[in-house]
């Protein structure tokens, strides 16, 4: 098989998943509006966060990290991919039904390992109750992972990069619709009845769940692969990718756990899990855009490349993929430090989310912003292990992250409050990343920096702080405009606008890319 596009596939990708997070905004503003960072909307997005957590573990990251390799080189070779792909996708369906139940079952102590501070009051209850409804979601958004892999291996990105924005939508349309009475049949003010809105979005999301997997399934069926659901055989290949993704999985539960780390603390302070869960919005856009979408992209390629013993165009695929991931991770990241109280305010500040909600926000977006660059480089650097079914190194690397997040966060909680749990976060990103980069010294030459990767990323650098200082004092010139009800978004708009044009035209006269660049990225 021919190699896969890189930066076609980004773009195809990231575009995709740009289009998700926008309305992933606009899902959490009607949150933010209509429910704020009370009782129910710390529930539901605790809920929410159940099976999500278990999906990166499940799907994403142990499961698909082992299985995208050995999949990639299966079809390079033409060793049995398809059959593969059936026992696989058999074998996750049968372990993912009986933790299913099992999860319903014992939600209350999930729910306590996810956020004991609420523990005696109402927020508890609510969140097992919403947690059983949205569980589910797990079986049917991990499938559709599985299938998602099998999809990015063979060069086809578009249905697995659309499927997220099929949740955003459902879930839009599952919250106007009960808002204004379509779906209930009768009007729900969600002050008046946050439980039953509540409850609604569960729904949504269970509903979603079953669309994104029939989205991927139909796409995977269309691509010569119909992974229809058969009894699960235990064989050779199924041992083999059990071997390898046990560490993976030991490293996708020591992340999981770096995040209930930082719920934990957090949900011993009111409205902070809100708080903490729309910065994470707002760094994630970025994050999934640049980072998710490298890394799905890259995953497959160099593993492709490994088994054709392409070294230097491993080497290259690295490289660009730094290059493309650094030139907008980093202006990306000073924007979230420097206009953090501007993007908060216009994106979430209406009706239940008030002023003070938008300070407590806006700090904990910058300080994710100081680690976004190490959470995309690490998108980059790990597939130099998964390419080489090296699932060991990132679990212990990973386990290193934990102690160094749990040490920060509870450490500090004390001092400073719930932002000692961000600032845990974002050091222990960039622990990891320099655990990854010094580890894969080992790999040779397909793991070394070029010398035109060095020389871009003071560019790049250099370009974002021209960027910073042009959004810095945009923000000031445009606030009697963003400052205005009814137009605040269009000066947000034109602010944005203002820093990519400046970004743009610093980085093109000092090098830091190339119109060729561009123009490499839209090539078919």
Do not use: H
């Amino acid at each position: 098989m021919a190699p896969i596009g890189l930066a076609r596939g980004f773009m195809t990708v990231g575009l995709w998943t740009l289009l998700s997070r926008i309305f992933g905004f606009i899902r959490d503003i009607l949150i933010a509006a209509w429910m704020g960072t009370g009782p129910v909307a710390e529930a539901f997005l605790v809920a929410f966060a159940l099976p999500n957590m278990f999906r990166r573990f499940f799907a994403e990251g142990a499961f698909n990290m082992a299985f995208v390799p050995m999949f990639s080189k299966k079809l390079q070779a033409g060793e049995g991919a398809q059959s593969f792909a059936r026992d696989a996708f058999a074998g996750l369906a049968a372990i993912l039904i009986l933790f299913t139940i099992l999860a319903t079952i014992f939600m209350p102590w999930l729910v306590l390992a996810m956020a004991s501070g609420f523990v005696g009051d109402p927020r508890f209850e609510m969140t097992v109750t919403l947690g059983r409804i949205v569980f589910v979601y797990i079986l049917f958004i991990s499938l559709a992972a599985l299938l998602s892999g099998v999809l990015n291996a063979s060069g086809r990105f578009i249905a697995a990069a659309a499927a997220p924005v099929l949740l955003n939508i459902i879930l839009i349309g599952t919250m106007i619709g009960v808002e204004t009475g379509v779906i209930t049949g009768t009007f729900i003010n969600p002050a008046q009845d946050g439980a039953a809105f509540g409850s609604a979005l569960a729904v949504g999301v269970v509903v979603a769940g079953i669309a994104q997997l029939a989205l991927v399934w139909w796409a995977a069926a269309r691509a010569g692969f119909p992974l229809r659901p058969k009894r699960p055989v235990w064989t050779p290949e199924l041992k083999r990718l059990a071997v390898i993704a046990a560490p993976a999985a030991l490293a996708g539960g020591v992340v999981q756990v770096n995040l209930l780390v930082g719920r934990q603390v957090a949900s011993f302070f009111d409205s902070a899990i809100a708080w903490l869960s729309y910065a994470d919005r707002l760094y994630q856009l970025p994050l999934g855009v640049v980072g998710i979408a490298i890394g799905i992209v890259l995953l497959p390629d160099l593993s492709r490349r490994l088994q054709a013993e392409d070294t230097a165009g491993g080497k290259n695929a690295f490289n660009r993929a730094g290059e493309m991931s650094l030139a907008l991770a980093v202006p990306s990241a000073v924007a979230l430090l420097v206009i953090p109280v501007t993007l908060v305010e216009v994106l979430f500040q209406r009706g239940a989310f008030g002023a003070d909600d938008t300070a407590a926000t806006a700090l904990a977006c910058a300080i994710y912003g100081l680690g976004l660059p190490a959470f995309v480089l690490q998108k980059v650097v790990q597939p130099l292990y998964f390419a080489r079914e090296d699932t060991k190194r990132p679990f212990l690397y990973a386990l290193v992250a934990l102690f160094v997040n749990a040490g920060v966060a509870i450490g500090l909680a004390p001092v400073i409050g719930f932002m000692a749990a961000a600032i845990g976060t974002t050091i222990a990103g960039w622990a990891m990343l320099f655990l990854l980069w010094r580890g894969s010294r080992a790999m040779g030459d397909a793991a070394v920096t070029d010398e035109r990767f060095r020389k871009r990323v003071w560019r790049i650098v250099g370009a974002s702080a021209v960027m910073g200082a042009a959004l810095w004092v945009g923000q000031f010139t445009l606030s009697p405009l963003i400052e205005t009800p009814g137009l605040k978004f269009v000066g947000l708009a034109i602010l944005v606008s203002i820093g990519i044009a400046v970004y743009a035209t610093v980085g093109l006269a000092i090098g830091a890319f190339q119109k060729s660049d561009l123009k490499a990225a839209f090539r078919r």
